[in-house]
C-alpha cells in the first residue's frame, strides 16, 4: 500500500485509542463526581462522646449534694408508707424504690436516666409537697444531637398554652446548655418546673426539677434562681462523675 494509505491507517489507530482513553478518564471524573456528592467518599462521622461513659446506675453517679446545701434530701423508700406529712405516701401504701433507676445500650444510643423523690427539711407535719428531681443521659452513637439540640429546648417559648416558659443560655457547661423555667401557679399552691439541658460533643443530659407544695407550708420552697443554681452544680459533678 502506498506510504500515505499507511500512515492514514496508523493516524485513526492511534486518534481512535486517545477517543477511548479519554472516554474512561471522563466517565470515571463522572463516577467520581457522583460519589462524592453522594457522600460515598465522605467518612461517617464518628461519635465524640468526650470520655463519657454508660452506667447502669445513673443515680450512683447523680450529684444530690447541691440539694442537700437546700434543705431537700432523697425520701426513704420503706416500702410500705409512712403517712401524709411531708408529702409521703398515705398509710397502708406501698412506696415504690427511691432512687429509681434504668439504663439500656442500644445500637444507636446508649441511655440511662435516674428519679429521685425529695422531701423538705423542714416540712411541718400538715405540709403537703411532691418534689421530684429527674435526670437522664443519652450517649449518641450514630447521629449528631448538635444540630438539632438547641431548637429542641428553644421550642418551649413557642408553645401555645396558658403557661409560659422562659429559655436561657448557660454557661460553663458543655458545648451549650439551655435553662427553661415554667412561671405558674394554681391552686391554692406553688407549683416549680426547671429544666437544665446539656450537650457536651454527643452527650446529650437533661435534669428537670418539678414540685408543687401547698399554701399553708412550713418551709420556704427555693427560688427559680436557687434551682438553677442547684441544678448548675449538680450537673457539673454528675457531668464530671461520668467520665471518671
Known amino acids: 500500500m502506498p506510504g500515505g494509505a499507511g500512515g ?55 450529684s444530690l449534694a447541691p440539694f442537700a446545701n437546700g434543705h431537700y434530701k432523697a425520701k426513704p423508700s420503706t416500702g410500705s408508707g409512712s403517712g401524709a406529712a411531708s408529702g409521703s405516701a398515705p398509710s397502708g401504701v406501698s412506696s415504690p424504690p427511691n432512687p429509681q433507676h434504668s439504663g ?66 448557660v454557661t460553663g457547661l458543655g458545648d451549650e446548655a439551655y435553662l427553661v423555667t415554667r412561671n405558674d401557679s394554681s391552686g391554692g399552691g406553688k407549683s416549680a418546673y426547671v429544666v437544665l439541658a446539656v450537650r457536651d460533643g454527643w452527650l446529650t443530659y437533661q435534669s428537670t426539677w418539678s414540685s408543687y407544695t401547698t399554701a399553708n407550708r412550713t418551709a420556704k420552697p427555693p427560688s427559680s434562681a436557687e434551682l438553677a443554681t442547684m441544678l448548675e452544680t ?11
Open 234 to 244: 449538680s450537673a457539673k459533678e454528675t457531668l464530671k462523675r461520668l467520665r471518671g
Open 104 to 169: 439500656s445500650r442500644m445500637n444507636s444510643m446508649d441511655s440511662m436516666w435516674c428519679n429521685v423523690s425529695l422531701g423538705a427539711d423542714k416540712a411541718g407535719a400538715g405540709d403537703y409537697s411532691s418534689t421530684w428531681l429527674y435526670n437522664s443521659v443519652t450517649l449518641h452513637k450514630k447521629t449528631d444531637p448538635g444540630p438539632e439540640f438547641g431548637d429542641v429546648y428553644r421550642a418551649y417559648e413557642k408553645q401555645q398554652t396558658t403557661v409560659s416558659y422562659k429559655v436561657e443560655p
Open 8 to 62: 492514514g491507517a496508523g493516524g485513526r489507530g492511534v486518534s481512535g485509542w486517545l477517543w477511548a482513553a479519554g472516554g474512561v478518564v471522563a466517565a470515571t471524573a463522572i463516577g467520581a463526581s457522583v460519589m462524592f456528592a453522594t457522600g460515598a467518599f465522605s467518612p461517617k462521622p464518628s461519635p465524640d462522646l468526650k470520655g463519657y461513659a454508660f452506667r447502669d446506675d445513673l443515680c450512683a453517679a447523680t
